[in-house]
C-alpha cells in the first residue's frame, strides 16, 4: 500500500461502528475510501448500543438519538477517533465537543417498495398487507392507497424483508439507500420518485463525527486527511437544508416530514411536506436559492428555516403532530 505525502507513517484511524449489519457495511464502506483515497490504515471498533438490543418501538425509547448516543459517548470517551451515522437518524441538535466533520457523497435518498412477486404499490391487491413503522411512509402510502392495511413493523433491514419472503406481508417500504449498502436491491419492486414522496431529512446521506478538537487542530492529520478526502459539499448543502427543515419546526424522527433538497450549478432546491396522519392532507412548500462555495451553510439552513416557516403558516403544525 503505498502512503500520501501528507500521512503520518504508521498512523491507524480508529473507526467506531454500531454491530448491526447496515451499520457495519456502511462503516467498512468509509474506511475503505478512506484507505484508497489517503493510503492511512483503518480499523472498526464495535459498540453495543441499547437500541440495537432492545425490540422496544423507538418511541418508547424516548425517540431521536438511540442509536447515536453510545457511539458519541465512545467518541468522547478516546475509544475512537471518528465514528459514521447514517444522517437521517442523528439528532440536529449539536453534541457539545463533537462536530461532523465530513459528509460523503450520497446514495440515492429514494423509498422503495419490496413487494411480494414484483408487485408495484398501485398493482398490491385491495386491502394488501404493507410493513413500516414511520408515521411519513404510514401517511405516505394511506395518501395513494388508503384501502391498505398498514402493520407497524420493527427490526433491521433483513428482518423487514423476511416479513415479505415469509408471506407475512405483502410488502414493506425501506430506504434504497439501506438495501444497496447491503446488497438487497434486488428485494426493490418500486422506486418512490422524489418529488412525490419526499424521504426522510438527509436518507442515504452519512455523516462523520468526530471531536470538535481534532477537526480544529491547525497541523495536517491523519484524521483531518481522511476527513478532506471524504467530503462532498454539496451533500452537505443538501442534507444541512434538510436537517434545517426539521430543527426549525422542533420535529422528531417520528414526525411525518419528508424533505428532499438538491444543489446543481450553485442553486439549493428544497421541498418539504408534513402529512396528516391519515394521508388526508398534506402541506408542502418548495424553495431556491443561490449558494457561493464559501457560505453554503449558512445559505442552506437559511433556506430550510425560511421554507419551515413557510409550512407552519400554512398551518402545518394543525394537521400533524409534530414534536
Ligand atoms: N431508520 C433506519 C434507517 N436508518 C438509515 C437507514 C438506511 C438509509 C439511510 O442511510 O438513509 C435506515 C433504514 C430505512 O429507513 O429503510
Same mark, same amino acid.
Given at each position: 500500500m503505498t502512503l500520501s505525502p501528507a500521512e503520518t507513517p504508521g498512523a491507524v484511524l480508529r473507526i467506531g461502528t454500531r454491530g448491526s449489519a447496515l451499520a457495519l457495511a456502511q462503516t467498512g464502506d468509509v474506511a475503505r475510501a478512506i484507505t484508497e483515497a489517503t493510503g492511512i490504515e483503518t480499523v472498526l471498533i464495535p459498540v453495543t448500543t441499547h437500541g440495537d438490543v432492545t425490540r422496544a418501538s423507538l418511541a418508547s425509547l424516548? @425517540?431521536? @438519538?438511540v442509536f447515536a448516543s453510545a457511539l458519541r459517548d465512545f467518541l468522547l470517551a478516546g475509544e475512537c477517533d471518528l465514528v459514521v451515522h447514517s444522517m437521517k437518524d442523528l439528532p440536529t441538535a449539536a453534541a457539545p465537543g463533537?462536530? #461532523?466533520?465530513a459528509v460523503p457523497v450520497r446514495a440515492d435518498a429514494r423509498d422503495a417498495l419490496c413487494a411480494?412477486?414484483?408487485?408495484t404499490l398501485a398493482e398490491l391487491p385491495e386491502g394488501a398487507r404493507v410493513g413500516t413503522g414511520s408515521p411519513r411512509r404510514i401517511a405516505q402510502l394511506r395518501r395513494r392507497r388508503p384501502d391498505l392495511e398498514i402493520v407497524d413493523i420493527r427490526g433491521n433491514i433483513d428482518t423487514r424483508l423476511g416479513f415479505v419472503t415469509s408471506g407475512e406481508m405483502d410488502a414493506v417500504v425501506l430506504a434504497v439507500a439501506g438495501l444497496e449498502r447491503l446488497g438487497r436491491?434486488?428485494? #426493490?419492486t418500486e422506486r418512490f420518485e422524489l418529488d412525490a414522496w419526499p424521504p426522510a431529512p438527509a436518507q442515504g446521506a452519512l455523516a462523520i463525527e468526530v471531536r470538535a478538537a481534532d477537526l480544529a487542530a491547525a497541523e495536517s492529520t491523519p484524521i483531518r486527511a481522511a476527513l478532506a478526502a471524504l467530503e462532498h459539499a454539496a451533500t452537505r448543502a443538501e442534507a444541512d437544508a434538510e436537517r434545517a427543515v426539521l430543527a426549525r419546526l422542533e420535529a @422528531?424522527?417520528?414526525?411525518p416530514i419528508g424533505a428532499h433538497a438538491v444543489l446543481t450549478e450553485a442553486t439549493l432546491a428544497l421541498h418539504a411536506a408534513v402529512y396528516a396522519p391519515t394521508g388526508a392532507e398534506l402541506r408542502e412548500q418548495t424553495r431556491s436559492a443561490r449558494v457561493s462555495a464559501g457560505a453554503a451553510a449558512d445559505a442552506a439552513r437559511g433556506l430550510g428555516i425560511e421554507l419551515a416557516d413557510a409550512l407552519l403558516a400554512d398551518g402545518a403544525a394543525t394537521i400533524a403532530p409534530l414534536n
Open positions: 424516548g @425517540g431521536t @438519538g463533537l462536530a #461532523i466533520g411480494r412477486d414484483g408487485l436491491e434486488a428485494a #426493490i @422528531g424522527c417520528a414526525a
